[in-house]
């Protein structure tokens, strides 16, 4: 049970932040990567208690199937590595949509971590895919679309140029995602990451290597200020 | 003149974006590091043929000196070594502020040349210094204020702690900016910057080290959409 | 059979430091990452001729299997992969206590090898667990506890911001462990790393990444001077 | 003045943390390397109304010469690049003593840096200079004196290994400074950082590159315990 | 007096290729960065008696009036801190021209570098200036001219995008060349380089960071085969 | 369908760029290493409606055994890990020939990589194996071979010596790959990627490590012109 | 078969340097690491009619047992992971012996393929084992046995700090061999390398991490000429 | 005075290891970089008491005016940075010599440094300049002379390949010194260290980057045993 603090131990391996859902609009998400299945059985137990929704990121195929045989309500988003829970997706709670650009089919899954984080925040998705700078038509094939979104979000590895050349044609916030994908010099990911960090377009932030997660739930909060009056 | 393209060449050093004030909302921002006192003068000439907002970042003393001199209608901003014009500084064109947050008294360039800029792009700012996290009470002395803000900005050096901790007591949208400040391995920043794109407080998004500029252009591009309406 | 100068060979591979114990006040602890099962048994049945206490660190649960079997007198424990002899556990040997603080459910193998080694030191341990800083009362409801401490020991990976935190907080002995617990550019535990030793809290001490023996052998060396006279 | 939270305000770049003193033991220490000499007169003026121990590191002589003509009561360390105040240096506070071991003459700026701060925190130094390991004999010559220190510190650059030789020769909390002395290979220290935080002597910890301060202030905390009952 | 080698002795600090130029159709160049005057002087007399062409790069304005002070017959071009000689410039030697295209004013003095090589080498150069990929439609501006280039350097600092961009709308030998122009993350043109080695767009080549000289002499070389029989 | 731009999308994982083999001379290549059999298969059937040539790079040898199960046409190099199509190898399309020169029998994969990829495009291939540095005669007995070519690619893991050396003695277009043979400080090609950065033989040019499909294309681009009137 | 400059190809994937046993005393050793099997019969079949002599290193178990059936006169060494050949152990060439010392039980393999690769080019070897710094009276228990040897070989991982020690007492030839073993910050064996660089004794020369066989081959060079006359 | 451990203070910042002649062969060499001429005034003087031989390292010009003003017999070699004494030069102590390589002009400092330190040792030199492997001729015209020393040591920067093309060549112990000669990438001697260790070549052994010193006391080592009959 929650003490008074707003703080629910878990055994002896976790300690919940109930109250984060009303202090910061949305529930603790759990990182699954490091977290056994039983560890993750029972934190998401715990919180079903607290809460109705519920988002595990890093979830392999092996653990997610331990996982929802043991916690009811739970759906799998194998693209995503995700789960989430509880109950039936939820629906879009404002106006207007996310763009999720991706430079190539590689990063695949790090666009879906991002769109179904998105989708589980209350936010609408447009996903483009595979619009890398080394045949910069198809990027302008796609640009109303993206220039018609809320926020948007650019996935690249590699050379990481994509929300560079966004960044001078798009008038939104733009929040770029470095990927892992590429060999060799690419450090596995550090070259997209230092690439968009110098990226000579201005107002680009940027998170984490294969953080899709993070630059959505970024994203679902200036979504949320921007349409607050809707 | 600019040709048909919206481009328009400055001596053989430079080739002016035009159009982009129209197509991203404000004129192109120069960058004054690397270049001698003559390009940037040549630049600021021709760009107030076509702008009456200019933004020059990292420009020393000597070479204000130089260029205030040539150019009418500039004002140089010391601790932020920028210069801005031309004329008057700018009304806020929009309600709410921006808050930006520094970790200590030595960040306070980067946190002054965030606050010209958010200025310049007609946002209100609320500037909050030396609230690191070794002193927590501090910060939580002004935590109010921070989380009345449309929009934050959390400005760290060393371990560049700030942001994690305020992720996880402010909903609203967070840039963070490492700096320089520290010595032996804190690498010029790499380490808080690291920090930053690590931390688990989810949501924040980071730019490069000490840009200052960056983190309040991309604020300002989240504070426009935030209060369109009014 | 160990010589005048202390030092007994084990077959051609190994030199036991027999005067250790009686020279550092315990005995060399082996380090099984590198070392084949058939190494540790060797080792191990020659310190039992020369000490009660045995501590192995780093030893899987195959190899453990195999030593175990072969030499009476040990007990695995495998949430901190260390093999412990010779008998029972060991009875606190002075008063008060270490805290052992970890920031996350995935940096628990680290706290444990940490708490096991300051059993086995003749310390007694405080576990406090998942007291991260993006949930910062999470850290408050257990402050009490931590600052009646005789010495911390701070477990973090990501950013790596609790010992920063706390080094604020309490006027104790404070020493950081990084973890390796991350991704992307946590750089397997060196962000952490940097963090803590860049950390703007004064008189934090830092360990090698995912060293949980060693900052616990550095605190009970400290806690042994501190109870000397009960 | 101080508000309620024990936090004052210095102008509009500093904001004390005045309960410092009563809540961990030692006043708010300043590091004065990014600092201007007004901020660092600014804030000592106002530190003098609430505490008698000022330190100051990382000052240069030219802005010591400042400071100490504008604020009354304080004392350089040249050596050490070191304020401190207000008036007579402190007494010991406690029995025992603490050696500073450094391993080259070119460390000596450090060691000085380490012992002022333990003078000013009350406790006594013994100074024990040139002791590297490349002529190990030296160290033995000077062996007893430090076997007989309730805390060591061990500075070192290059390829740092004076702290594990120490380690296995002391029974005695050990802390190891690496400094950035050496040139190539050496990258300003981080060689040796990194062969202290690898070294097989157990319960070394360590601090950041140079910071003697950061070493003083650890091995002060656990003085204090070691001696509280005299 | 050149030996039967090809080798000939300048004092004892340099030992000259003069062979090369028979074999490899261009003498040796001088890289003047870690040399004295008095070698560069040295150098250039015993290199007027083999041939008429000489380049040495890297020579600052001070190294240069000394030198053109003793050796008659030199030019020094300050942009690209370089020295030719002997005697008035060369004319193209073939038809066709190679396009150095860069990024930002900032990367001029590398453009220059290379211009000024690749005339000395005899090919006509086009200079394409600030069409980094922030402003893309600055780069389609000029896009014909350099689409109609033998051979294109593409010279960009900061994110490194560029060639990717052209590598997808050029079909010609494309030779990208990294400046140290940027900051904080930039790391001196490690990231530009990362970027240019890990683009998307196939056939793009790589050389030091700042290498302008390098480029160029590499682009002279595919010049002379594609022209040869004109 | 391909739309007006000459993007064609197959499923939601991939945007062909139809319009690359007219506007570039060669069409799309796939980067296999990072795609599903399955995402590989439905790029493969869709390029077989617009092109007569079709490359993918890092394939193993499961996925080519799906791959070529589903799309008639293909064919598998097993040492080179591409796959080809559609139908016959091609004849070479112009006179002369490319040597790819490889330092070690360790670098062959990379050195077929380039190989197959120069036959697709149209150029002949000399192949020059194990003429690594410390045997320098070695390279001798292969010199003229090497002369005579149009172009030459020199492969190298380990110090990356061979090109420097190559480039004293050829007058030809030099492209350098490093690959990540080696250990323990080659840091997986770093070095040699570096040592062939900083080669004192101007012109050489560098792709990314292990990529021997770039360095193929570049030469094949640079071949085309040079043979372009034959 | 070879040709006049004593090169034979094996196949297309190797190239022998016949002459270099004539040349440099010692035939061309092989890498096994990454070459097939089949690469690696090849070669030792063609080398068996050139030479006595054979040294094969860094095969596993598993080549080495499809090579050992198919070459006869091979020898496994499965704790060097080395092939020698052909026929028995040669015996020892010249007086005197070299001391093949290493810090732990982990660094054996490292220390095997030095010692097997001495006994190879005709030395004789001491090994002393286990005597790392941190019990530094191990080292002194064998202190004689190696002041007496001709050549010193110094085997560490972690902090790699027993060259250092070493240096100031023996004043002989003394080669490091920094080893991989270690975790978190030892960086796979670059922190060891680091510490040998810049030790503070004077005379020490390095190689490659876990290059046993290189300090070996250096060693024997060093006593080949100490004992020419013998 | 010196104890009867061998170890004598000066002043308080120096630990004179007085036996250090006798126990290995030479006295203590002082590095002059991070000491003030006070000290090393200091040092000289103690040491004239002990040895008529004084090695001092990294000692610039001003210094050097200042250190030999005050102690007599000492002498400055301005290009190697260097002061020895006490006296005249010594005469060669045996026969034979050894080969002091250099790549190129920039790196003769470094040889210097080598060349000076093995003339103090006793040793006859052979100084060989700007024989870079990218004229490979140049090599080859002074290889005899390489040859017939008994030990060579290779200077190189920037790829720092010469090593290597010796290894094949010369029979001979062979020690390499990188040096911090290049730009950009050069990484300021790291890729040069880095060639070096991973040379193909085997039996080249490496020291610090510049480290001519530590590359010239391991030759006179080396050079010490081998004519130690004569």
Same mark, same amino acid.
Do not use: W
């Given at each position: 049970?929650?003490? %008074?603090?707003?703080?629910?131990?878990?055994?002896?391996?976790?300690?919940l932040?109930?109250? @984060?859902?009303?202090?910061?609009?949305?529930p603790?998400v759990?990182?699954?990567?490091?977290?056994?299945?039983a %560890?993750?059985?029972?934190?998401? $137990?715990?919180?079903s !208690?607290?809460t109705?929704?519920l988002?595990?990121?890093r979830?392999?195929?092996?653990?997610?199937?331990?996982?929802?045989?043991?916690?009811?309500?739970?759906?799998?988003?194998?693209?995503?590595?995700?789960l989430? =829970?509880?109950?039936?997706?939820?629906?879009?709670? *404002?106006?207007?949509?996310i !763009?999720?650009?991706? !430079?190539?089919t590689?990063?695949?899954?790090?666009? %879906?971590?991002?769109?179904?984080?998105?989708?589980?925040?209350?936010? @609408?998705?447009?996903?483009?895919?595979?619009? #890398?700078?080394?045949? &910069?038509h198809?990027?302008?094939?796609?640009?109303?679309?993206? @220039?018609?979104?809320?926020?948007v979000? !650019?996935i +690249?590895?590699?050379?990481?140029?994509?929300?560079?050349?966004?960044?001078?044609?798009?008038?939104?916030?733009?929040?770029?995602?470095?990927?892992? &994908?590429?060999?060799g010099? #690419?450090l596995?990911?550090?070259?997209?990451? =230092?690439a968009?960090?110098?990226?000579?377009?201005?107002?680009?932030?940027?998170?984490? &290597?294969?953080?899709?997660f993070? +630059?959505?739930?970024?994203?679902?909060? &200036?979504?949320? %200020?921007?349409? *607050? $009056?809707?």
């Open positions: 049970m929650a003490d %008074q603090l707003g703080v629910e131990p878990v055994n002896d391996y976790a300690l932040d109930i109250d @984060r859902e009303k202090r910061l609009g949305f603790e759990v990182f699954g990567e490091n977290k056994t299945s %560890q993750l059985i029972g934190i998401a $137990e715990r919180m !208690a607290h109705s929704r988002l595990m990121t979830v392999d195929a092996a653990k997610a199937e331990q996982i929802t045989a043991c916690v009811p309500g739970l759906h799998y988003h194998a693209e995503a590595c995700m989430t =829970g509880f109950g039936p997706a939820p629906k879009p709670e *404002r106006g207007g949509y !763009a999720v650009v991706c !430079a190539g590689s990063d695949l899954r790090v666009a %879906q971590e991002a769109a179904v984080t998105l989708e589980m925040m209350g936010s @609408r998705v447009e996903r483009i895919t595979d619009v #890398g700078v080394a045949g &910069i198809r990027l302008f094939a796609r640009l109303e679309l993206i @220039r018609e979104a809320d926020v979000i !650019a +690249a590895g590699m050379e990481g140029a994509l929300p560079s050349v966004l960044g001078g044609l798009v008038a939104k916030p733009l929040i770029a995602v470095p990927t892992s &994908i590429g060999y010099t #690419g596995n990911g550090l070259i997209a990451l =230092g968009m960090l110098n990226g000579c377009a201005p107002g680009v932030t940027v998170v984490n &290597i294969d953080n899709g993070g +630059a959505a739930y970024a994203a679902a909060s &200036i979504h949320k %200020q921007t349409r *607050r $009056e809707t």
